[in-house]
C-alpha cells in the first residue's frame, strides 16, 4: 500500500512537433528547464538543440512541461522506440513528495507502450542510492554503470527493464494513485460503470440527457461518479457523470417529471417500464468526456485480463479490475495537449 499525498494542482502540457516547428513558447520554457541544468551537464545545451529539438519535430521524441499556476515546476524528455527511453525527469524540489513523479512514470510509460520492449534511463548514482525503491516501484531493479559520463562529479548509472515489467507496475499502482490524486479531470474511487445503449451514453456525455432509467438501482451512489459505456458498437467507455440523485417512483410518475430530461420517446419509456410498478430515474450531471472514447477491448488487453461489460450497472473500487481499466482510461485520454493533475 502506497502511503499517499494529494498532489497539489499541476498542468501538464506536451511539447507537440508543432511546438518545436514553430518555436511557441512551451518550447521555449521546455529549452530553459533542460538548460537549467548546465551546471551539471556541460552539453546539455547542445543535447537540447541538436538531439531534443529536431527528433520532437518528427515525432521521435515527445516532452512535457508541468506547470503550478503559471511557474513551470517539471520537465520531461523521452524516446520513442522499441528501446524507449525516458531521457530527462526533473522536477522542482516543492513537488517531490506528492507522487508526481510516479504519476509521470506512469505517463510516459503510457506514451511508448504501443512499440516499447524495454525502457531505459541513466541517472547520477546519489539519485539511485536516495530513491532506488521508487524506481524499484517500477521494475528498474538494479543498476550498472553507464557506458557513457556527461555529468560532472558525480558518476552516472544506466537503468533497464522490460517493458512489460514496467507496464505490470503501472496497471497495479495507478489506481490507488488516482484514488487521491485526479488525472485530467478523472479520479478512480469507488464508484459505479452504468452501461446503455450507445445512443444514449452519447447523449449522456454530451449532457443532453440527464436522466437514465433503471428497475434497480442504490441511492448510495448518490455524489459519486459514474463512468458510461456505450453498448453495442466498438464497446466503449466514453467518459464520466456525477450522479446527482435517485428518485424512486411509479412509471408515470417519472415519466411526468422527467420524461423531458430521459432522450427517449414515449413509447420507449413504456416499453422498458413494462408492467414494473416502480422504476429509479438516475440524475446525472457533470459529464467529463474522455478525448475519445475507449473501447473496453483495448483496456482488456492493456490490462491483461477480460473485462465483462455491465448488463445494466457495475460498482467497482481502485482494487478491482474495473479499477485498473478505469485509471487506464484516465492516462489514455491524457494524450491531448494540457494533462491537469489535482487533489
Keep these: 500500500m502506497l502511503d499517499l499525498f494529494p498532489t497539489p494542482s499541476v498542468r501538464i502540457q506536451r511539447v507537440l512537433a508543432d511546438d518545436a516547428r514553430r518555436g511557441t513558447d512551451v518550447l521555449k520554457l521546455l529549452k530553459e528547464r533542460l538548460n537549467g541544468h548546465e551546471h551539471y551537464y556541460p552539453d546539455i545545451k547542445s543535447w537540447t538543440s541538436v538531439k531534443v529539438i529536431p527528433e520532437l519535430k518528427t515525432g521521435k521524441r515527445v516532452a512535457y512541461v508541468g506547470f503550478h499556476g503559471d511557474i513551470p515546476i517539471l520537465a520531461a524528455v523521452l524516446k520513442h522506440g522499441e528501446r524507449a527511453k525516458f531521457c530527462h525527469l526533473s522536477i522542482e524540489s516543492g513537488f517531490r513528495d506528492n507522487k508526481l513523479g ?141 450522479i446527482r440523485d435517485v428518485t424512486k417512483g411509479t412509471p408515470e410518475e417519472l415519466w411526468e417529471r422527467f420524461g423531458n430530461r430521459m432522450g427517449c420517446t414515449r413509447t420507449e419509456f413504456d416499453s422498458y417500464a413494462g408492467d414494473r410498478s416502480c422504476l429509479y430515474a438516475i440524475h446525472l450531471s457533470h459529464p467529463r468526456p474522455y478525448e475519445a472514447p475507449v473501447p473496453l477491448s483495448q483496456l482488456s488487453h492493456l490490462v491483461g485480463e477480460t473485462i465483462r461489460p455491465p448488463q445494466s450497472h457495475s460498482a467497482h473500487s481502485a482494487s478491482d479490475l474495473w479499477g485498473k481499466a478505469l485509471s487506464l482510461a484516465a492516462i489514455l485520454h491524457s494524450k491531448g495537449e494540457s494533462l491537469p493533475l489535482g487533489a
Design 102 to 242: 510516479h504519476l509521470m512514470f506512469s505517463l510516459m510509460a503510457a506514451e511508448v507502450r504501443n512499440f516499447a520492449t524495454e525502457i531505459h534511463f541513466t541517472l547520477p548514482e546519489g539519485l539511485w542510492e536516495r530513491e532506488k525503491g521508487f524506481f524499484q516501484t517500477f521494475g528498474f531493479e538494479s543498476s550498472k554503470l553507464a557506458s557513457s559520463q556527461y555529468r560532472l562529479f558525480e558518476e552516472e548509472l544506466r537503468c533497464s527493464a522490460p517493458f512489460a515489467h514496467v507496464w505490470s507496475r503501472v496497471v497495479s499502482q495507478l489506481p490507488t494513485l488516482l484514488t487521491s490524486t485526479a488525472i485530467a479531470g478523472f479520479r478512480v474511487n469507488d464508484g459505479v460503470v452504468l452501461s446503455m445503449h450507445e445512443r444514449h451514453a452519447t447523449a449522456v456525455i454530451q449532457g443532453r440527457k440527464t436522466v437514465e432509467l433503471r428497475k434497480r438501482f442504490a441511492d448510495r451512489w448518490v455524489g459519486r461518479d459514474a463512468s458510461v459505456y456505450a453498448a453495442g458498437g466498438s464497446g466503449s467507455l466514453l467518459g464520466t457523470v456525477t
